[in-house]
């Protein structure tokens, strides 16, 4: 048997393609694909006056490191590049180092390229994204051919590498094409311009003009460029491959399987109003119903925050203990609970935004960033100032404390959010040889500070938060996953089904609640849901699944939502594992159905998905199904009606798959196929 679609796995062509890009470029110290101004030369690779030498090692069975090194002949500025090949994937990955190794400053250094090389190809199409900033047209994925001399230029806003834009990019040729990830939790830039060959794509910091001092080290973004043959559907499915394999933080050894999360806060501002008495009940409660969670979230509020009229707002950062007055044992009680009923505590923290009069800012104010407030700005932003993690002594505070609260209270899942554009505070009062130095210098200590987080606290992963998604490049990504990607649109179905999309695509373990605001009284509370309601279910399912319901009431069907909480758990592995299948275009409309499909083709099974959404006139949808072999029979059931029903591969292929559902409903078919169901 087999399926007649181009495999989502990696093939000889793809690695063929890959190595006839990178082959190019990685094969000499001269080649290599970084370029920047020394003095006002340029330089490009490292050049053979600098003496480079090369060494090669087998780091295990599916990565090869490469590292280049030389140093100018002055003696003052030392590179080094380190590289990395997939044996499993065609994909190369760099990032570039560079060291003041001289008694005295360096030349100066401008315009810092990670990547400046051309890749030929005919017909070039950029597949982009705006990235996240609250608003529903977030999370667009756009299509744009280059004309001749055409160039196309990308650059997030204020420092959060996915404000506005997206580090991800897939350029498509004629019958290849390449998949590009700028890896850096700062300030990037990326264009891409068509030549008579292909196409010529640059990336790195935006802003470098510096000096190094003696003992100072910058870096480039961590570049990975992924070769693939086939067309843009086909790459998605390699990345997702590669991404699960290579890229998922596997915090006990195993990849991040999907969670259930549930919470309480007892209303009020965020988690002000929690305590240890109301979490240990509310956790209890949820144990009761018979939902039994993996993850028990506490959000902001859980420290010190009271302002000086003694009312507590969780936006007073910087003091970072238990509240002593609502969690006088720390929340270990808290978590002990949870890890007795095999659920882990995820605790929220924002440790680089310290507010005016925190603890932070009262006992070290000399690792603190600050700027004039702009005009018109309210009082909090007026009262932030900027943890600096490029100062190591502050770096290593924050570490040395942060895991002590992890330990004392049994944190599983270190939540860490930013609500800062951290570009002004960076550039405030940099001299004119330096600009980009603190950018640098920061990112390097927020990545050293999650590596040592990490390391010290086996089985611990992190989730990674920035006023919703706006710091999730793919080097913040190796250590974190992104659960809470944006501050929008919560209980929205048709937009956040339209973020999923993008999501599927590029960053495949995310959450979603079953929270929906159309069955919210005017005055009704948007944390949590109405009534038990299946649709919010549907419109939820992610490999991540928070549980919206208020379990300080009585009037839920909870039985109905252990039902769905099991369906939800038989599906999120194949939304995780599965290889992705869109069936219908990307929308934002209530007016519309949305499908897609899920294929573990190495277990003949998958499911398919259909939404119809409330304004939706049509009442039935007809889908061809991919990947599915067509000599062989499939066995496709609907947990919530009990139906079962069988197709050959050939018919659900070509003829297609029909769902027929009321508005604002949705089903899940799981298949198998009837050799691999035993049947």
């Given at each position: 048997m087999?399926a007649?679609?181009?495999?989502?796995?990696?093939?000889?062509?793809?690695m063929e393609?890959c190595?006839r890009?990178?082959?190019?470029?990685?094969s000499a110290?001269?080649?290599?694909?970084?370029?920047?101004?020394?003095?006002?030369?340029?330089?490009?690779?490292i050049?053979?006056?600098w003496?480079p030498?090369?060494?090669?090692r087998?780091?295990d069975?599916?990565?090869?490191?490469?590292?280049f090194?030389?140093?100018?002949p002055?003696?003052?500025l030392?590179l080094?590049?380190?590289?990395?090949?997939?044996?499993d994937y065609?994909?190369?990955?760099?990032?570039?180092?560079?060291?003041?190794v001289?008694?005295?400053?360096?030349?100066?250094?401008?315009?810092?390229?990670a990547l400046?090389?051309n890749?030929?190809g005919?017909?070039?199409?950029?597949h982009?994204?705006?990235g996240?900033f609250?608003s529903e047209?977030?999370?667009?994925?756009?299509e744009?051919p280059l004309a001749s001399g055409?160039?196309?230029?990308?650059?997030p806003?204020?420092g959060?590498?996915?404000?506005?834009?997206?580090?991800?990019f897939?350029?498509?040729?004629?019958s290849v094409?390449?998949?590009?990830?700028?890896?850096w939790?700062?300030?990037w830039?990326?264009s891409?311009?068509?030549?008579?060959?292909g196409?010529?794509?640059?990336a790195g910091?935006q802003t470098t003009?510096?000096?190094?001092?003696?003992?100072?080290?910058?870096?480039?973004?961590?570049m990975?460029v992924?070769?693939?043959?086939?067309?843009?559907p086909?790459?998605?499915?390699?990345?997702?491959?590669?991404?699960?394999d290579?890229?998922l933080?596997?915090?006990?050894?195993a990849?991040l399987?999907?969670?259930l999360a549930?919470?309480?806060?007892?209303?009020?501002?965020e988690?002000?109003?929690?305590s240890e008495e109301?979490?240990?009940?509310?956790?209890?409660?949820?144990?009761r119903?018979g939902?039994?969670y993996?993850?028990w979230w506490?959000?902001?509020?859980?420290?010190?925050c009271?302002d000086?009229?003694?009312?507590?707002?969780?936006v007073?950062?910087?003091?970072?203990?238990?509240?002593?007055?609502r969690?006088?044992?720390?929340?270990g009680?808290v978590?002990?609970?949870?890890?007795?009923?095999?659920?882990g505590?995820?605790?929220?923290?924002e440790?680089?935004?310290?507010?005016r009069?925190?603890?932070?800012d009262?006992?070290?104010?000399?690792?603190?960033?600050?700027?004039?407030a702009?005009?018109?700005?309210g009082a909090?932003?007026?009262?932030?100032k900027?943890?600096?993690?490029?100062?190591?002594q502050?770096?290593?505070w924050?570490?040395?404390?942060?895991?002590?609260?992890?330990?004392?209270?049994?944190?599983?899942?270190?939540?860490?959010d930013f609500?800062?554009?951290?570009?002004?505070y960076w550039q405030?009062?940099e001299?004119?040889?330096r600009?980009?130095?603190r950018?640098n210098?920061?990112?390097?200590?927020?990545?050293?500070?999650?590596?040592?987080?990490?390391?010290?606290n086996?089985?611990?992963?992190?989730?990674?938060?920035?006023?919703g998604?706006?710091?999730?490049?793919l080097?913040?990504?190796?250590?974190?996953?992104?659960l809470?990607?944006?501050?929008?649109?919560?209980?929205?179905p048709?937009?956040k089904l339209a973020?999923?999309?993008?999501?599927?695509?590029?960053?495949?373990?995310?959450?979603?609640?079953t929270?929906l605001w159309?069955?919210?009284a005017?005055d009704?509370?948007?944390?949590?849901?109405?009534?038990t309601?299946p649709?919010?279910y549907?419109c939820?399912?992610?490999?991540m699944l928070?549980?919206?319901?208020?379990i300080r009431?009585?009037?839920?069907d909870y039985?109905q939502a252990?039902r769905?909480?099991?369906?939800?758990?038989r599906?999120?592995g194949?939304?995780l594992?599965g290889?992705?299948h869109?069936l219908?275009?990307l929308h934002?409309?209530a007016?519309?159905?949305?499908?897609?499909?899920?294929?573990?083709a190495?277990?003949?099974?998958?499911?398919?998905q259909?939404?119809?959404?409330?304004?939706?006139?049509?009442e039935?949808?007809t889908?061809?199904?991919q990947?599915l072999?067509p000599?062989a029979?499939y066995?496709?059931?609907?947990?919530e009606?009990?139906?079962v029903?069988?197709?050959?591969?050939r018919?659900l292929?070509?003829e297609?798959?029909?769902?027929?559902?009321?508005?604002?409903?949705?089903?899940?078919?799981?298949y198998r196929?009837?050799?691999?169901a035993?049947?």
């Amino acid at each position: 048997m087999r399926a007649l679609d181009c495999p989502s796995g990696t093939t000889a062509a793809d690695m063929e393609q890959c190595r006839r890009w990178s082959a190019r470029f990685l094969s000499a110290a001269q080649d290599l694909p970084l370029s920047f101004r020394y003095d006002g030369a340029r330089v490009r690779g490292i050049p053979a006056a600098w003496n480079p030498v090369v060494s090669r090692r087998r780091i295990d069975a599916n990565l090869v490191e490469t590292v280049f090194k030389g140093t100018e002949p002055q003696g003052d500025l030392h590179l080094r590049v380190e590289c990395l090949e997939y044996l499993d994937y065609p994909v190369v990955e760099w990032t570039v180092w560079l060291s003041c190794v001289g008694k005295g400053p360096t030349g100066l250094i401008e315009d810092l390229l990670a990547l400046d090389e051309n890749f030929a190809g005919v017909a070039p199409v950029v597949h982009h994204c705006n990235g996240d900033f609250y608003s529903e047209d977030g999370y667009t994925p756009l299509e744009t051919p280059l004309a001749s001399g055409e160039v196309l230029a990308f650059a997030p806003r204020g420092g959060r590498p996915c404000d506005g834009a997206f580090p991800y990019f897939r350029v498509a040729f004629s019958s290849v094409g390449l998949s590009l990830a700028v890896g850096w939790p700062g300030q990037w830039s990326a264009s891409f311009a068509r030549t008579d060959e292909g196409v010529h794509v640059t990336a790195g910091q935006q802003t470098t003009h510096l000096r190094l001092r003696p003992g100072e080290r910058i870096r480039t973004p961590r570049m990975t460029v992924m070769g693939w043959v086939g067309e843009p559907p086909r790459a998605v499915n390699l990345w997702r491959r590669w991404y699960r394999d290579h890229v998922l933080p596997r915090p006990d050894g195993a990849p991040l399987s999907p969670k259930l999360a549930c919470f309480c806060n007892d209303g009020g501002e965020e988690f002000t109003q929690a305590s240890e008495e109301n979490q240990l009940r509310f956790m209890e409660a949820f144990s009761r119903k018979g939902l039994a969670y993996d993850v028990w979230w506490i959000d902001a509020g859980w420290y010190p925050c009271a302002d000086g009229r003694g009312e507590r707002h969780w936006v007073q950062t910087g003091t970072w203990e238990p509240d002593p007055e609502r969690f006088p044992r720390g929340l270990g009680p808290v978590s002990r609970l949870a890890a007795a009923t095999g659920a882990g505590l995820l605790l929220w923290f924002e440790p680089e935004r310290v507010m005016r009069g925190s603890a932070l800012d009262r006992e070290h104010p000399q690792w603190l960033l600050d700027i004039p407030a702009p005009a018109g700005a309210g009082a909090a932003r007026a009262e932030t100032k900027l943890l600096n993690l490029g100062d190591a002594q502050c770096r290593q505070w924050l570490t040395d404390h942060v895991c002590r609260l992890i330990e004392d209270n049994g944190v599983r899942v270190y939540r860490q959010d930013f609500n800062l554009a951290p570009l002004p505070y960076w550039q405030q009062g940099e001299a004119a040889d330096r600009r980009g130095v603190r950018e640098n210098l920061h990112v390097q200590g927020y990545l050293q500070f999650w590596d040592d987080l990490l390391a010290r606290n086996p089985g611990l992963w992190i989730d990674s938060c920035a006023s919703g998604g706006r710091r999730n490049d793919l080097e913040t990504m190796r250590r974190s996953v992104s659960l809470h990607y944006t501050d929008y649109g919560y209980g929205i179905p048709a937009v956040k089904l339209a973020f999923h999309h993008t999501l599927y695509a590029w960053l495949p373990y995310f959450k979603d609640s079953t929270l929906l605001w159309d069955t919210l009284a005017p005055d009704g509370d948007k944390w949590f849901d109405a009534v038990t309601d299946p649709f919010g279910y549907h419109c939820g399912m992610a490999p991540m699944l928070t549980l919206a319901c208020d379990i300080r009431r009585q009037d839920y069907d909870y039985a109905q939502a252990r039902r769905l909480v099991a369906i939800w758990r038989r599906a999120a592995g194949l939304l995780l594992y599965g290889d992705y299948h869109p069936l219908t275009p990307l929308h934002r409309g209530a007016d519309r159905w949305v499908v897609w499909q899920f294929d573990l083709a190495a277990g003949g099974e998958g499911l398919v998905q259909g939404i119809r959404h409330r304004d939706c006139g049509e009442e039935t949808m007809t889908v061809r199904l991919q990947a599915l072999c067509p000599d062989a029979d499939y066995v496709l059931d609907n947990p919530e009606t009990g139906t079962v029903v069988t197709f050959s591969g050939r018919t659900l292929r070509e003829e297609g798959f029909t769902f027929t559902l009321p508005r604002r409903s949705g089903a899940i078919w799981f298949y198998r196929r009837r050799d691999a169901a035993g049947t």
